[in-house]
């Protein structure tokens, strides 16, 4: 147990990541690499180890009475500890953009400019229940050659340490410094107040957890925060759709799993296809135990089927990210009611639409004001593995500097450079 006062530990910890971010930034393409294959192949040989501190605390969870969902969050199965080991080989393969000059043009004075992409610097990471948030954050880290340090939920401590353990194993392999990332040793809720009003040492702080956190780190951050409050989610079945299409992904999008932030919290029907569609979908969640909010002119066609679990929507339901196996259902007249009631309860994290009209596909994709916005697919894909970023930091719905899941580049920033040949202004 560290016995420092809180002040001295986070100081030292900012002084290690400022120092560590220099040799980060200059880090070749091939030391990431290495550094990031290493940790995958020590996600997979340590996996029976990282389960052990694992099983420590779920079972101090459940014990604590922590709410289900979370306990789903906190857990480090085989799939995901192997999903984690897959993103570090994903962002290793990935091209590097660190330095990178994009738009360079030619201006009349002679001198040609343009943008270099570069490290934020160091970034503060918080975060609540996923362990392996602690390697998505690491990898990006090491793949944008940022530092960063990392304060979980004192939920996932002992899970947090071993893996943290790992990622400076990683570092060290491939002659990065260590202390390229840092995981903040203690659950002391002061560490959180001292991370982010430390601009000396920290560029950006990303909160990832709960409404209530995200709230608290922007109200007493003294550095830029990117943030995310709500996942509430829509997916909209339009008229007219694939019913089968449209059965296929409502299901998708809500029970694949219950807990994450892209899972579908609102079912918008079009009346046009509410008969058909509502009884098909109603019988899969009544089967799986999903408890349906309904409003009135749905609830005969969800009613009728057997084991359905069927309850009044009310107005709160629309703004509820419910994270459990509860939806809220609702018939609209068409497009132009899906999209204001979207525009208007949602979060802007994740809306989808099912649709067989190329029109409506395309007024949805520019009308919704959503990080991320899907034709005929499930909300569950919005993720940055899923989308190829090889790992995410988290998902925001701010729209300065990061939108959507945010991968190495949302970690980058671009400074302007000039080339000449002894040009002088005049």
Known sequence: MNTLPIDDIMHAIGVQARRASARMATASTSEKALALQTLADLLRQQAPALQAENAKDVERARTGGLAE???????????????????????????????????????????????????????????ESRPNVTIEAASLAIKS?????????????????????????????AGLPEDGVQLVPTTDREAVGRLIAMPEYVDVIIPRGGRGLIERISAGAKVPVIK???????????????????????????????????????????????????????AIYAA????????????????????????????????TEYLAPIISIKIVEGLDEAIAH???????????????????????????????????????????????LGAEIGISTDKFH?????????????????????????
């Open 69 to 127: 969902p979370m306990v789903d969050r906190l857990k480090l199965t085989a799939k995901v500890l192997e999903t984690a080991a897959q993103g570090c080989e994903q962002l290793a393969k990935m091209p590097d953009i660190i330095g990178e000059i994009i738009g360079l043009r030619q201006q009349p004075s002679g001198i040609r400019v343009g943008q270099m992409r570069v490290p934020i610097g160091v970034f503060g990471m918080i975060y």
């Open 145 to 173: 050659g940022n530092a960063a340090i990392l304060r979980g939920g004192s939920e996932a401590i002992e899970s947090n340490k071993a893996l943290a353990a790992l990622v400076r194993q990683a570092l060290a392999a």
């Open 228 to 282: 995310h409050l709500d996942g509430i989610c829509h997916t909209y079945v339009d008229d007219p759709c694939d019913i089968a299409m449209a059965v296929t992904i409502a299901d998708n999008a809500k029970t694949q799993k219950y807990s994450p932030c892209n899972a579908t919290e609102t079912l918008l029907v079009a009346r046009g296809v509410s008969e058909a569609f509502l009884p098909e979908i109603a």
């Open 288 to 319: 799986k135990g999903v408890q349906m909010r309904v409003t009135p002119e749905g609830r005969p066609l969800v009613s009728r089927v057997d084991g359905a679990e069927v309850q009044d929507a009310t107005e709160e339901d629309w703004r």
């Open 342 to 388: 979207i525009n208007t309860y949602g979060s802007h994290h994740t809306d989808a639409i099912v649709t067989n009209d190329h029109r409506h596909a395309q007024r949805f994709l520019r009308e919704v004001d959503s990080a991320s916005v899907m034709v005929n697919a499930s909300t569950r894909f919005a993720d940055g593995f899923e989308y190829g």
């Open 402 to 426: 990061a939108r959507g899941p945010v991968g190495v580049e949302g970690l980058t920033s671009l400074k302007y450079v000039v080339l000449g040949d002894g040009e002088i202004r005049r």
